[in-house]
Nanobody, 121 residues
Framework: QVQLKESGGGLVQTGGSLRLSCSGS????????MGWFRQAPGKEREFVGA????????YVADSVKGRFTISRGTYTAVMSLQMNNLKPDDSAIYYC??????????????WGQGTQVTVSS
């Protein structure tokens, strides 16, 4: 079992930056891939990006490429999402996720409670 906790959400103006963090606890000695999903009201859940246990980037959504950066400590359960040049469309609840398996159409086993990001225009 892994417990995930996000932090760092908040309100920011268009063009601003935020940094989200996710900390895992529990069986974090296992090699989990970690990532971020987001969901805005009335919209489908969107896979933002993922990073491997070794810190290799696995995926970044086109919608955030060039603006968002995912990082984590190598072989740790601590991950960050640096979000720059934020747009109102980035407003959503952001969820930290983890699983031992990463695959196409990823449906991770472990999810955090989510943290709200709101970008004002």
């Amino acid at each position: 079992q892994v417990q995930l906790k996000e932090s760092g959400g908040g309100l920011v103006q268009t063009g601003g930056s935020l940094r989200l963090s996710c900390s895992g606890s529990g069986q974090t000695s296992t090699n989990y891939a970690m990532g971020w999903f987001r969901q805005a009201p009335g919209k489908e859940r969107e896979f933002v990006g993922a990073i491997s246990w070794k810190g290799n980037l696995l995926y970044v959504a086109d919608s955030v490429k060039g603006r968002f950066t995912i990082s984590r400590g190598t072989y740790t359960a601590v991950m960050s999402l640096q979000m720059n040049n934020l747009k109102p469309d980035d407003s959503a609840i952001y969820y930290c996720v983890a699983d031992t398996i990463y695959e196409r159409n990823w449906n991770p086993e472990y999810w955090g409670q989510g943290t709200q990001v709101t970008v004002s225009s």
